[in-house]
């Protein structure tokens, strides 16, 4: 694009990347075991993007478009019902 | 006093007046200049912090908030960096802002003065020139603001007090120009003239509130609105962004002149982006910027006296470079000898010799250039030295290297 079509002083509407992917670069996604899963929303309050859905009565899914693939859900889920499995 | 010739815009102060309305005429130092010029801008907001030689314009701005002199807004900060962040803040609002700061607290501020340039925000900002630490030392150079030269700012260096009033008041004006939307530097030598009083014909509140009308910001912060000011290039668009600052310096240089020709008709003074002393048929023309301009127009008035044909040009718009102006005095010179107040370690020469030069070469003109560096640290330079630095550049030995002029061996 010319210099000329830019915005001055790259003015840009707000807004969140909500509406962006976000995860190109995951190597690792988690995957729920859902028979494991005690919906203790330990995970939803650890994923720091966020990209834990919850959804109603604390049943919890993977937004894969914001997941960076970190594992910390992984790590804090009590009773280990996620687990990282390499990007193919 | 030192002996001393004024800019010739300056000399002639009631030249070409159309309605003066100088009512006081005040002893001010440099810094309470800059504080009454702020207060009559009626500036919106205010963040920074104070730094030697640079206090005195911090003092004074909080008494005038204190005292309702200026309803503006008084933002007290922890450091410099934070004095210009908030200051990027309240300007993306449509305010008018301005800061001061000196030496170490610009070097604090490098950062942010890419921020504010990127994001076409017209922030003034006074610079009490100090030389930089280590060691540590509080008198001027230009040092610090040469060391963020290449910041995107519009940038005047004055060469006395009532100058320091007439540019800070311009600088709203040409920054705030919706063809420019650049910020803008009021340089100036600390204590040398931050601390020195001198007379200042004073302006009127009224006129000067109608020379800066103030024009609406395209984009303005609204939390009903929300923007994002800067927001992230990539290697295929930030070299365009680069490219509209470059070009809104360039247009800047044009609305300069016609800042300078509105506030002429306001105050009957105007001082041109480069100041030319006698340069006409001189054989050697001395470039230089700052306060010891009067100084070396001095010793250059002395030799005129006994026959010797030599000139000065000030460089008071040192960015933009007015580099046709440069080139069209210095043209006809046999020799040109630059005066650079910073160092460049390791360099060729000073900052403003290497514009200087740069220019001369773009234009096809090849002639002997003496570059000398002087006054660093504030290590003084009287009109004898400039007569000593006219004579060196006569024998024709000093040129090549950078001469550090004054420097013990």
Known sequence: MSWKQLEEGAVVKGGTSSTYIVSGWRVKRPVINEAKCTNCLICWIYCPEPAILRHEGGKVTIDYDHCKGCGICETECPPKAISMVKET | ?409
Not at chain 2, 154 to 169: F, L, M
């Open chain 2, 1 to 409: 006093m030192r002996d001393r010739v004024p800019a010739e815009g300056h000399q002639h102060g009631e030249g070409n007046v159309t309605q003066v309305q100088t009512t006081r005429v005040a002893a001010l130092q440099g810094d309470e200049a800059v504080a009454e010029a702020v207060r009559q801008s009626d500036v919106d907001v205010i963040a920074a912090y104070p730094i030697t030689p640079q206090t005195i314009i911090v003092e004074k701005l909080a008494e005038f908030v204190a005292d309702g002199r200026l309803k503006g807004e008084f933002v007290p900060v922890e450091s410099e960096h934070s004095a210009l962040s908030a200051c990027v803040g309240a300007s993306a609002t449509g305010a008018r802002v301005f800061t001061a700061t000196s030496s170490q607290g610009l070097a604090y501020m490098h950062e942010m003065l890419y921020n504010v340039s990127g994001m076409r925000l017209p922030i003034v900002m006074a610079v009490a020139n100090r030389a930089l630490s280590a060691p540590l030392v509080l008198n001027a150079d230009h040092s610090d603001l040469m060391g963020s030269r290449d910041c995107g700012w519009i940038q005047i260096y004055a060469e006395n007090v009532e100058e320091i009033y007439d540019r800070t008041i311009q600088l709203f004006k040409l920054s705030e120009d919706p063809r420019v939307m650049l910020p803008s530097i009021i340089s100036f030598e600390g204590f040398i003239l931050s601390h020195d009083k001198e007379r200042v014909r004073l302006l009127e509140d009224g006129p000067i509130g109608r020379f800066l009308a103030r024009p609406r910001h395209k984009h303005r912060l609204d939390p009903d609105e929300p923007l994002t000011f800067g927001a992230i290039a990539t290697p295929d668009s930030y070299f365009e962004f680069r490219k509209q600052q470059s070009e809104a310096m360039n247009t800047a240089l044009q609305v300069f002149d016609e800042v300078e020709t509105d506030f002429e008709a306001l105050s009957g003074r105007r001082y041109r982006a480069v100041d030319a002393y006698n340069t006409d048929g001189a054989d050697t023309i001395m470039v230089i910027n700052g306060c010891a301009a009067g100084t070396v127009r001095a010793a250059a008035r002395s030799l005129n006296a006994s026959g010797e044909k030599v000139g000065v040009l000030a460089i008071k718009l040192y960015r933009p470079f007015p580099v046709d102006q440069v080139v069209a005095h210095l043209s006809e010179a046999k020799s040109v000898i630059t005066m650079d107040r910073s160092m460049s370690i390791g360099a060729p020469s000073g900052p403003l010799s290497e514009d200087v030069k740069a220019s001369l070469q773009a234009s096809g003109i090849s002639k002997p250039v003496m570059s000398v560096v002087y006054g660093i640290g504030g290590r003084d330079l009287a009109v004898e030295d400039g007569k000593n630095i006219f004579g060196m550049a006569k024998e024709g030995s000093s040129f090549g290297a950078a001469l550090m002029y004054g420097v013990k061996v």
